[in-house]
């Protein structure tokens, strides 16, 4: 009865901070063309990963570790003729050979893995000087021990960081400064209506508890929303990376 198990039994396609626009204010900070190579950890249905190919035709590998969410994406690359590979790994252990990719892109993944052994991969996957781009939950305000662990325990997070925090474990993981791009509390992000429930790809027979885990989102939402919320960051791997 995970959170995530509720995101992909309803197929969400920006259940990250902030929704799809702020993947679209992400890629407005890349360099893409048809020759870019991006991987993107954690895909979920696709979402992300669909628009990049649609609109540059570059190379994307796309992983997703949750089985229903890889096959959601799965079904909407094969209907929308994209060829874009999708393997049901963990972003910790890929199997993708080292120094292969030109970004590397985390929307609300990096708060759910075992985060340092996810950073070494991610800079081993990266060409030298490649980028690290991620949008991901942080906590904007102190916390009490009782907040944090509450948090924590809803949505199953590993790691529960403020930018500050991102910042140091980054750089500990071989990366150049970590750059602060945005960061915006999910009280203030609640008010966008522009992409919510824009993107969905749901299962047949939704079972009663899967509403009551979104009801009890929105209360999270209400009690905390203006203490947590989104950072989109980046990161440089190191230029003498060995190729």
């Not at 890629?27 to 990963?49: A, N, P, R, Y």
């Not at 474990?169 to 992409?195: N, P």
């Not at 749901?202 to 885990?213: G, K, M, N, T, V």
Request: net charge negative; with cysteine; glycine share 6%.
């Amino acid at each position: 009865m995970s959170y995530t198990d509720m995101l992909a039994a309803f197929g969400i396609g920006s259940a990250h901070p902030g929704g799809f626009s702020k993947s679209r204010q992400m890629l407005m900070e890349m360099d893409i063309s048809e020759q870019t190579v991006i991987l993107d950890c954690g895909c979920g249905t696709g979402q992300t990963s669909a628009y990049i190919k649609q609109l540059f035709n570059c190379q994307i590998t796309a992983i997703e570790p949750h089985p229903l969410m890889a096959a959601k994406a799965r079904k909407r690359f094969k209907e929308e003729w994209l060829n874009i590979p999708v393997l049901n790994k963990s972003i910790e252990n890929s199997g993708l050979p080292s120094n292969q990719f030109d970004y590397v892109i985390c929307e609300s993944v990096l708060s759910f893995v075992s985060l340092e052994e996810a950073l070494g991969e991610i800079h081993r996957l990266l060409k030298p000087n490649g980028l690290l781009f991620a949008n991901e939950l942080s906590c904007l305000e102190l916390l009490s021990e009782g907040e944090r662990a509450e948090i924590m325990s809803h949505y199953s997070f590993q790691t529960l960081n403020r930018f500050s925090d991102w910042a140091k474990i980054v750089e500990r993981s071989g990366f150049s400064q970590a750059t602060m791009i945005e960061e915006v509390s999910a009280a203030e992000l609640q008010q966008d209506e522009s992409d919510k429930g824009n993107d969905m790809i749901p299962s047949r027979d939704i079972p009663q508890h899967r509403f009551d885990q979104v009801s009890a989102h929105a209360n999270m939402m209400q009690l905390y929303g203006h203490k947590i919320g989104h950072t989109l960051f980046k990161a440089k791997a190191d230029s003498g990376k060995k190729e």
